[in-house]
C-alpha cells in the first residue's frame, strides 16, 4: 500500500484534536483522533503545543475529511530545544468523492528567502548573493542559494528574513527595505491559501515567502563579501559568500528559492509592481 506499516503494539492515543479552526466560517472544526508511536507518548503535549502540527489543522482545507492521525516522529533542534520537524500520517479523503488522499506530511513550517540584488554604481552591473554550504539532505557539501531560513514558531516574516540576512551575510538592513514578493503576487489575506511558494507540496507542508533586498554599492563593497565566511557556528551554519552577476543567476544553482525568487523579480518587475529603480546606500 501507500502507507508504511505501522504495528498497533506501538501505537498510544494522544486523544482527539479539532480540525479546520481556521474555516468555521465553512465548516464547524470537528475532532479527529490522534495517535502516535509509543516513543513519543511523554511528548505529547510537545507535539500538541507546536505550531507547525497546530498550523496543519487549523488550516485544512475543508473540502478535505480528516479520519485520523497518526505522530510517527519528532524532532527536537539544539541549542533552544524547539520542535524543528514533526512527521505525521494523516488518513484523509475526498469530503465529497470520499477518495483516498495521500496524507503522510513532513511537517516543517514556514521559511523565508531574500533575493539580495547589489547594483554597482561605477557601471550600473547588477550581482546576485548566495549563500554555499554543506546540506546533508540534498548529498551536495557546497550547496548555492539564497539568504534563507524557517520561521522558528514566529509569524513576523519580514523580521525573520531581515534577521537571516544579517546572520548568514552580515548585512545589517532594517525591514523597511524589504520588499515582500509573494505578499504582492498572491495578496496577503491571512486566510489566502498560497502563503507562499511550496517547494515539496506532495510530502511538506513547507512554504516560502520571498522577499527582495537590492541596493547600489561600490566594487569594494562587492569584493568585501566575495568568498566572505559567515553562519551561526553553534547552529552548525559554515557560510561561504557567493557572487554572481544577475543575469547567471538562473544557472548558477539549483536551489527552488533562487528559481521561484528569480521568477517572481523578473515578472513583478515586468509587470511595474516592484519599482525599477534601485536606492543607494
Known amino acids: 500500500g501507500i502507507y508504511s506499516a505501522m504495528s498497533e503494539d506501538n501505537t498510544a492515543s494522544f486523544g482527539n484534536v479539532l480540525v479546520g479552526k481556521n474555516h468555521k466560517n465553512i465548516l464547524e472544526p470537528y475532532a479527529v483522533p490522534l495517535t502516535g508511536e509509543k516513543q513519543f507518548e511523554k511528548s505529547k503535549d510537545v507535539v500538541l503545543g507546536a505550531k507547525i502540527f497546530n498550523d496543519f489543522i487549523d488550516r485544512m482545507d475543508p473540502k478535505f475529511l480528516v479520519r485520523g492521525i497518526h505522530v510517527q516522529s519528532l524532532d527536537i533542534f539544539p541549542p533552544n530545544n524547539r520542535v524543528g520537524f514533526i512527521k505525521v500520517k494523516a488518513d484523509v479523503v475526498d469530503r465529497e468523492?470520499?477518495?483516498?488522499?495521500?496524507?503522510?506530511?513532513?511537517?516543517r513550517g514556514g521559511a523565508v528567502g531574500i533575493l539580495v540584488i547589489l547594483q554597482t554604481v561605477e557601471d550600473g552591473e547588477e550581482h546576485a548573493l548566495l549563500t554555499v554550504q554543506p546540506r546533508g539532505p540534498a548529498s551536495i557539501h557546497a550547496f548555492p542559494e539564497i539568504p534563507a531560513g524557517m520561521l522558528d514558531g514566529s509569524d513576523n516574516f519580514i523580521g525573520a528574513a531581515a534577521n537571516e540576512l544579517k546572520q548568514e551575510t552580515s548585512i545589517a538592513i532594517s525591514e523597511s527595505e524589504l520588499i515582500d514578493m509573494t505578499k504582492i503576487a498572491y495578496g496577503d489575506d491571512?486566510?489566502?491559501?498560497?502563503?507562499?511558494?511550496?517547494?515539496?507540496?506532495g510530502g511538506c507542508d513547507e512554504f516560502i515567502q520571498l522577499f527582495l533586498y537590492r541596493k547600489k554599492v561600490r566594487h569594494k563593497t562587492i569584493e568585501s563579501l566575495r568568498?566572505?565566511?559567515?553562519?551561526?557556528?553553534?547552529?552548525?551554519?559554515?557560510?561561504?559568500?557567493?557572487?554572481?552577476?544577475l543575469r547567471e543567476l538562473w544557472r548558477s544553482a539549483p536551489d527552488m528559492k533562487v528559481l521561484s525568487a528569480l521568477c517572481l523579480y523578473e515578472n513583478l518587475l515586468a509587470t511595474g509592481q516592484i519599482p525599477t529603480d534601485i536606492t543607494q546606500n
Open 97 to 107: 468523492s470520499k477518495k483516498f488522499v495521500p496524507g503522510i506530511a513532513l511537517l
Open 190 to 201: 491571512v486566510m489566502n491559501t498560497y502563503r507562499g511558494v511550496f517547494p515539496s507540496a
Open 227 to 245: 568568498n566572505k565566511l559567515t553562519g551561526v557556528l553553534e547552529e552548525g551554519e559554515v557560510i561561504t559568500l557567493k557572487i554572481v552577476p
